[in-house]
T-cell receptor, first 116, second 116 residues
Framework: DGGITQSPKYLFRKEGQNVTLSCEQNLNHDAMYWYRQDPGQGLRLIYY???????QKGDIAEGYSVSREKKESFPLTVTSAQKNPTAFYLCASSPRLAGGSTDTQYFGPGTRLTVL | SQQGEEDPQALSIQEGENATMNCSYK?????LQWYRQNSGRGLVHLIL?????REKHSGRLRVTLDTSKKSSSLLITASRAADTASYFC????????????????FGQGTILTVHP
């Protein structure tokens, strides 16, 4: 899991509540990503960020929001607008996005979110 | 169907046997990467092969890439029980612009079980 930490490991949310998942990296990477993984499925990109104070929507951004105020931090908020939020959420980082086509991604250990 | 589809979906073998997983994709790529995920954990990068490469080795791993068939294979030789995990291929697009810029697209994975 390298130098990326995610917290909490498990999170339970009541319907209608917003929750924020933490992602911190000490790898000095420019780019950070949030993915969602459903059982038996691959990863789907929610949001990504190339640099501080900049982020882009991924393939399934509806119902989610992010911020990138610091290079090392990229928190994800799952809002009440997300209709089916129960899933495994993975944060990743890579050294650079622009021109970094050969860069690999380093993943955190994940947060499992369950809506009660 | 999705960019990056693995085959088979599940593979069960005995320790010492070789395991072969395949990945097919639809659009032109810059590179293809293989990742491993232990149950309930984050992904770990295994190997990257560029579009102008045909074969690459790393320890007991051998990856091939056939761009004419838009397919790749991952071979794990002399498998061990510790190789039990899900394996994902991920493609990086050839077009360095637009919304696909910098985004890896993951397949749904192959679940490998190696019996002692």
């Amino acid at each position: 899991d390298g130098g990326i930490t995610q917290s909490p490991k498990y999170l339970f949310r009541k319907e209608g509540q917003n929750v924020t998942l933490s992602c911190e990296q000490n790898l000095n990477h420019d780019a950070m990503y949030w993915y969602r993984q459903d059982p038996g499925q691959g990863l789907r990109l929610i949001y990504y960020s190339q640099i501080v104070n900049d982020f882009q929507k991924g393939d399934i951004a509806e119902g989610y929001s992010v911020s990138r105020e610091k290079k090392e931090s990229f928190p994800l908020t799952v809002t009440s607008a997300q209709k089916n939020p129960t899933a495994f959420y993975l944060c990743a980082s890579s050294p650079r996005l622009a021109g970094g086509s050969t860069d690999t991604q380093y993943f955190g250990p994940g947060t499992r979110l369950t809506v009660l | 169907s999705q960019q990056g589809e693995e085959d088979p979906q599940a593979l069960s073998i005995q320790e010492g046997e070789n395991a072969t997983m395949n990945c097919s994709y639809k659009t032109s790529i810059n590179n293809l990467q293989w990742y491993r995920q232990n149950s309930g954990r984050g992904l770990v990068h295994l190997i990257l092969i560029r579009s102008n490469e045909r074969e690459k080795h790393s320890g007991r791993l051998r990856v091939t890439l056939d761009t004419s068939k838009k397919s790749s294979s991952l071979l794990i030789t002399a498998s061990r029980a510790a190789d039990t995990a899900s394996y994902f291929c991920a493609t990086f697009p050839a077009n360095a612009g637009g919304t696909s810029y910098g985004k890896l697209t993951f397949g749904q994975g192959t679940i490998l079980t190696v019996h002692p």
